[in-house]
């Protein structure tokens, strides 16, 4: 199906998202739409997927122009959105998520739909049960389960907004793959994303968005320090590496021994020191979400001990581990960071430390802004989290930090963010490890944690490697432990 958006134009107050925003897709064709964030990206697409009226323009579908007023309006004129926080249901099954949507009475064949899904799911060599619950998948398996559902309800046009974020490598390959196949069936595939690797790979064609504007397109082979330019108006450098200046031990595991519905970790041992930063590796589902929940209080140790700052918290709750100066900031941020519904201004004075009886509003849109202004958050006090983009609510959940810190326990930091805007995160949390604060991070990107961190422990069905010194690792070399070898050499003290 060929897509064509000609003089698109959306306002939120004065804020211009999209001005004047002029594409023509042809069918069979992945378009890159890349931009830093907030550029209008999201905007653009929720305007061709229904769920945004545009202020002025069109939407031409096969040379036919076409109103589309809601999202289910959208998927009649064959037009589906899979978006960066999956709108999924995890407490339900896999088949129930698959009906969801779907027109035609209340009683829908069962056994046909779930024949349905996996007929689908051979097709890309996914594997998914019908019958398992949304909540035991991961990431990468609940954006498989969106791709069929919506190819199942007729979808000829497939958005993707930042689709790689939070998952593994292997994961993002099987997705590529999946879209180049949808795509030599015809199928228009329009990829959002603010990763030029992920662009440079997978697209036929990119078309650059800043400020809400259309700056540039370009076909394949795309010049990279050009996009750049084109994205931020400037070259982007990530700049040197900051030394460490280790302070007193911080966090000590001694025998830890943490399990969950699917793996049992034991015999980990660390000694974590102020301003020191250890990256946690390794594919989705190994461990690294139990470990850092564990070392938060979140999740119970079936063994061994957890001591911060010199305090024994083993078996302790989240909330004596927040006393004692821990901070824990999760991969799902609508889901566990931040609350719909409520403003910018709400969410600073609830992460403030009590103050009296009442609410000092004055108080609150102060500090807000003065959030807003520090971590350049694109919003106002008044603006409600979901109506910021997903890079956005990223950094406003950075911003709830409290000062100062012992230890700030971090999913996927930068994920959603841009280059820029990374590099940018990264200084702030480099700051305070300047002031003596400790930082554990999990992340799917292996530049950010060789960038960032200052040891590393990998993880793999289960087993945790000892810290490992970053300056004796290479993305090749991790990259093989995160694959499941070299760990013999890793025990018997062989060069990885």
């Known amino acids: ?184 069936q015809g199928k228009t595939i329009i990829f959002v994303s603010h990763k030029l690797e992920d662009v440079e790979v997978l697209c036929h064609k990119v078309a650059v968005l800043r400020s809400g504007q259309l700056i540039g397109e370009s076909p394949v082979p795309f010049d990279h320090k050009k996009m ?92 004596i581990f927040k006393r004692h100066g821990v901070s824990f900031l999760p991969a799902s941020r609508m889901e566990e960071g931040l609350v719909p519904g409520l403003t910018l201004t709400e969410h600073f004075v609830l992460a403030e430390k009590t103050q009296g009886v009442f609410i000092d509003h004055a108080k609150g849109t102060k500090l807000a802004e003065e959030r807003i202004t520090s971590f350049n958050i694109r919003g106002t006090p008044v603006s409600t989290v979901e109506s910021l983009s997903g890079g956005n609510q990223q950094r406003a959940l950075l911003a709830l930090l409290q000062t100062p810190l012992s230890l700030i326990l971090l999913e996927h930091p930068t994920r959603g963010l841009d280059i820029e805007s990374t590099i940018y995160i990264w200084s702030k949390l480099k700051e305070r490890c300047k002031q003596g604060t400790s930082i554990i991070f999990v992340s799917s990107d292996l530049e950010e944690i060789l960038q960032y961190s200052d040891r590393v422990m990998v993880f793999f069905s289960g087993k945790v490697t000892p810290p490992l010194d970053v300056a004796t690792l290479t993305t090749e070399k991790l990259g093989q432990l995160i694959g499941g070898s070299g760990w013999n050499n890793l025990n018997s003290g062989k060069s990885l």
């Open 228 to 319: 750049v330019e084109m994205m931020f108006g400037k070259e982007i450098s990530l700049g040197d590496r900051y030394p460490l200046n280790a302070g007193g031990k911080v966090l000590e595991l001694k025998n830890l021994a943490v399990e969950d519905v699917r793996l049992h970790m034991e015999d980990i041992h660390l000694d974590l020191h102020g301003g020191e930063v250890i990256g946690l590796a390794g594919m989705e589902g190994s461990g690294q979400g139990p470990f850092i929940r564990a070392c938060s209080g979140l999740l119970r140790p079936v063994n061994g001990r957890v001591q911060v700052n010199g305090h024994d918290l083993t078996g302790k709750s989240h909330h």
């Open 1 to 184: 199906m060929r897509v064509e958006l000609r003089n698109i134009h959306k306002y939120f107050g004065k804020n211009h998202a999209n001005a004047g925003i002029n594409l023509d897709i042809p069918s069979g064709t992945i378009q890159g739409i890349l931009g830093e964030n907030g550029a209008g990206k999201s905007t653009l697409m929720k305007i061709l997927s229904g769920y945004f009226y545009a202020d002025s323009g069109e939407i031409i579908l096969d040379g036919k122009a076409i109103t589309i007023s809601s999202p289910s309006d959208a998927i009649k004129h064959g037009i589906g959105m899979l978006h960066q926080d999956p709108l999924d249901f995890p407490p339900m099954r896999l088949l129930d998520n698959f009906l969801l949507g779907r027109e035609g009475g209340l009683f829908p064949d069962r056994k046909v739909v779930a024949r349905d899904i996996q007929t689908l799911a051979a097709q890309f060599n996914f594997s998914l049960d019908p019958e398992a619950y949304v909540d035991t998948l991961t990431v990468g398996e609940r954006q498989q389960l969106e791709i069929l559902r919506l190819l199942w309800l007729g979808a000829r046009v497939l958005i993707l907004d930042e689709p790689t974020t939070g998952i593994s490598a292997s994961q993002k390959a099987k997705l590529f793959e999946t879209l180049r196949t949808l795509a030599g």
